[in-house]
């Protein structure tokens, strides 16, 4: 059985290797900086962002860890910065980047805007080859043993990344697209061979249906479409939220590969919120599984910056309810 769990180990890092991907959040519009720079700054005040997913199990664990700023910038821009972790394998690859956003948004209507969003970044990935274990290190006998022949040309990679976004707001509808790793940054550890990050095509948009008669309460329904597209891998995602101004049910449909239900808390200034990832069909490894938390916190600044970054315009419903 030893040698079996070591050698899909193995065939997953390789396969993961040979066709990298980016990590993936299911609280999308609760990491809004990572989903589409041209967020950046949306709501008008400054908020913090903390996310920890947890996907896989003990043998193939990924952890995603990001955090992340972003507020206004004047009347019509936004500036935003964040720090992401991704461990892949229980550790045996690891990848952090430090990214800064700008964004700036054009009043098109009395409640419609236009934005742009710019987010350049710095990546390092780490492989920890003391983790793995290769074919020349099993003995019949004793299982383990030894140090093997295998080596790689380097175990740190190090590039730059930039990313462009899109985004269109108006009262009940909301639209918007990203292009990730536009300049596609070289992320193999062998120098031998050319491995690019492909560009993260991303497309999302929804709306909002108010009732305001129901039990004398102002409830909202917001239906989403997410489309993403990464190198060999594409993903539709459809969903809705559901919930008033203190609580948010969502629900959410990853064809072919995920059921995802959310759970959030608005406490003032805080919001909570958690999401569980079910594989369907007849995925049976565990990888597909995954706990995802979010935490935010919005404030202000002085009362002398509040005066200089205020927004005079009106928040459309798309800023005041998914963020």
Same mark, same amino acid.
């Given at each position: ?9 193995? !065939?997953?890092? @390789? ?48 952890? @995603? ?44 209507? $009395? ?36 140090? @093997?022949?295998?080596?790689? $040309? ?8 930039? !990313? ?27 120098? $031998?061979?050319? !491995? ?51 609580? @948010? ?42 706990? $995802? ?31």
């Amino acid at each position: 059985m030893k040698y079996i769990v070591v050698f899909i180990l193995l !065939s997953v890092f @390789t396969s993961h290797l040979s066709s990298a991907q980016d990590a993936r959040f299911s609280q999308f519009y609760a990491n809004p900086i990572y989903l589409n720079p041209s967020l950046a700054g949306i709501t008008g005040d400054n908020r913090m962002v903390l996310v920890h997913r947890q996907q896989g199990n003990s043998l193939n664990g990924f952890t @995603t860890s990001a955090f992340s700023m972003d507020g206004r910038l004047g009347e019509s821009s936004g500036y935003g910065f964040q720090l992401v972790k991704d461990a892949q394998l229980n550790n045996v690859v690891n990848t952090i980047e430090f990214a800064g956003v700008a964004a700036h948004r054009i009043a098109i209507s $009395e409640d419609a805007q236009l934005g742009l969003g710019l987010r350049v970044g710095y990546f390092q990935r780490i492989l920890d080859f003391g983790k793995l274990t290769f074919e020349d290190q099993l003995d019949q006998r004793y299982g383990i043993t030894g140090t @093997t022949d295998e080596q790689f $040309e380097r175990t740190t990679v190090s590039a730059a990344d930039i !990313s462009l976004g899109m985004i269109y707001t108006a009262k009940h509808f909301y639209a918007g697209a990203s292009l990730n790793h536009i300049n596609q940054p070289q992320q193999n550890f062998d120098e $031998e061979e050319s !491995s690019f990050l492909p560009i993260r095509y991303t497309i999302h948009a929804g709306g909002f249906i108010r009732n305001n008669n129901f039990r004398k309460s102002d409830f909202v329904l917001s239906p989403n479409l997410i489309y993403q597209r990464q190198g060999e891998f594409s993903y539709l995602h459809v969903g809705a939220y559901f919930g008033s101004e203190l609580w @948010t049910l969502g629900a959410w449909y990853r064809v072919n590969n995920n059921v995802v239900a959310m759970l959030g808390f608005n406490l003032n200034k805080f919001r909570f919120g958690y999401s569980y990832d079910l594989p369907v069909g007849n995925d049976n490894t565990g990888l597909q599984n995954a706990h $995802e938390i979010t935490a935010a916190y919005s404030f202000r600044f002085s009362k002398k910056n509040k005066v200089k970054n205020r927004y005079n315009g009106k928040c459309p419903m798309f800023q005041r309810r998914l963020f």
